[in-house]
């Protein structure tokens, strides 16, 4: 069946700049780390991407090593790119990738490395079968390899049309900071920084947002529901369909600790005050900075995308509920 795409996706989404950069962003965009890989239903992924458009989110993120297995997740967008976002529909969409863990054995499969990092991009793009990404990350830092050499090879992806902006992502403050200057004298700006960010992982807020903020980069946080931990699925328990309950997921039982669960009770109950669900009043919390360009959420169905869109609705907050939710993660 044909996809035409809904007429009116532009007229409830907001979209805001990357840092300084004219590059805009709609502040919920879709990554696709889980749920589009080989293992996954790809009528399922193919209706989520379909209807994320339809709403409004333009930005789609990637990696080489998103799958299982590795780089499938890439050769189903690939597919469903074709198959309904064909023509001029391309200049609509801003499809990110990123190089940095683990792709391929041997010395040069992975971290940071010019060799690494330009092999990885022409792989990306050929699974993906574009021209050009519009941003290409460096996915981490490489503890081995000069910040210089890994921003270099940036660089050298946007000078040779193979990536119109870049990023880095899990970088701390002090290596934000090099990166910046870096690829600001080399001539092509960082635009956006990819952290791991939620009310349980709070770490940007030690330095890297005054960071991003300082050098004019945007923020666009990952994992801001704490791998699921953050919604009404784990109020009660271990659910079996769980992350957590799945020994291969990155949420572990462990990670579901007694204490977490009272605070996620406790964030419930405000949510509930704000007329949301605990997982929309998350979303909305990271939202709330100002230096936030967008949310990247995950999706394993249509309702779930729809249920996490509506966080829109409500990002405001009262002093009297930051402060409350401020005692309970304390």
């Excluded at 004298?185 to 300082?214: A, N």
Aim: hydrophobic share 35%.
């Amino acid at each position: 069946m044909s996809y035409t795409p809904s007429s009116s996706r532009y007229d409830h989404m907001q979209y805001n700049h990357c840092g300084k950069s004219g590059l805009k962003l709609p502040a919920v965009s879709l990554g696709l780390w889980h749920n589009f890989g080989d293992v996954d239903d790809f009528k399922n992924g193919r209706a989520i991407i379909r209807h994320a458009f339809d709403k409004g989110i333009t930005h789609f993120d990637l990696a080489n090593n998103y799958g299982p297995p590795p780089g499938s997740a890439e050769e189903n967008f690939s597919k469903i790119l074709r198959k309904d976002f064909s023509g001029y529909l391309r200049d609509e969409l801003i499809i990110s990738s990123k190089a940095g863990y683990t792709m391929w054995p041997g010395a040069y499969g992975d971290w940071g490395s010019r060799k690494y990092l330009l092999s990885s991009l022409d792989q990306s793009l050929k699974r993906m079968d574009l021209e050009y990404v519009d941003i290409f990350y460096s996915h981490r830092p490489d503890p081995n390899t000069p910040i210089e050499e890994t921003m270099q090879a940036l660089d050298h992806a946007v000078r040779s049309g193979k990536a119109l902006y870049v990023g880095i992502s899990n970088y701390s403050a002090e290596q934000s900071k090099e990166a910046f200057t870096v690829l600001k004298q080399l001539g092509t700006p960082c635009v956006i920084h990819q952290p791991k960010y939620s009310m349980f992982v709070r770490w940007v807020e030690e330095g890297l947002l005054d960071v991003l903020e300082e050098y004019g980069v945007g923020c666009i946080p990952f994992s801001p529901l704490a791998q699921g931990l953050l919604t009404n699925k784990y109020l009660n328990g271990i659910p079996e369909d769980s992350r957590a309950a799945n020994p291969n997921g990155f949420l572990q039982v462990g990670d579901v600790t007694g204490d977490k669960i009272e605070k996620v009770k406790k964030l419930n109950e405000i949510a509930i005050r704000r007329g949301q669900s605990l997982a929309q009043m998350a979303l909305a919390w990271v939202l709330k900075d100002r230096r936030v360009t967008s949310v990247l959420i995950g999706a394993s169905s249509v309702k779930q995308l729809d249920d996490n869109l509506e966080a829109m609705r409500n990002t405001g907050f009262e002093a009297e509920e930051l402060a409350e939710i401020e005692e309970i993660l304390k």
